[in-house]
């Protein structure tokens, strides 16, 4: 019986107090600390093993390798934290109605993570991506004819989708690496 106390008090030791002083960071992510008595730190932890200050200083990881952000029929809008969303349902210029599917691909500014954390929070898809997405690429769809949006302009529109996108998403701290249109069906049902 006391040898699987010991045992106990071993694993406790090692996971809580002794795991409690590192912050072990993979390659791909770097991590942000909140301290309870100063907040959110400005500085970045890249990659390796850092130390922190175990019950005062939390550490939380934050991935910083381009990111896909689908839109297609395939995402399930019961999970919300997923990134992605289901087909963007848009008017174009002459009235026909369009559904894009696609992936934009996204990366986090690693300088300005704490501030997106502190800003923002840990939900910055559900808050920020998903609804700046819908509308925008709504706002492109709208300045286009549905012919120019199913065949002759394609590159063109997914420049200007990506531009539109950038000038939201820049100043949070998020980076906008393309933006690729998969599928572009016409005669969709607006509801």
């Known amino acids: 019986m006391a040898d699987s106390l010991d045992k106990i008090m071993y694993s406790f030791v090692v996971e809580d107090v002794l795991k409690g002083f590192f912050i072990h960071v993979p390659p791909g992510y770097v991590a942000c600390v909140y301290d309870m008595g100063r907040g959110v730190l400005r500085k970045v932890y890249e990659p ?3 130390l922190k200050i175990p019950f005062w200083q939390k550490a939380k990881l934050f991935n910083t390798q381009t990111l896909e952000y689908n839109i297609n029929r395939n995402f399930d809008p019961n999970k919300p934290k997923l990134m992605g969303d289901q087909p963007v349902v848009c008017k174009a210029v002459d009235g026909r109605s369009i559904k894009l599917e696609g992936t934009i691909l996204l990366r986090l500014d690693i300088d300005r993570i704490p501030e997106i954390w502190q800003s923002i929070g840990e ?24 012919s120019e949006l199913i065949t002759s302009k394609r590159g063109a529109i997914e420049t200007e989708a990506q531009q539109e996108l950038e000038r939201v998403f820049h100043p949070r701290g998020i980076v906008v690496e393309n933006v690729l249109f998969s599928e572009i069906e016409d005669g969709v049902k607006t509801g």
């Open 123 to 146: 939900e910055f898809v559900e808050k920020i991506v998903r609804p700046t997405v819908r509308s925008r690429l709504r706002l492109v769809a709208s300045h286009h004819s549905g």
């Open 48 to 50: 390796g093993l850092h």
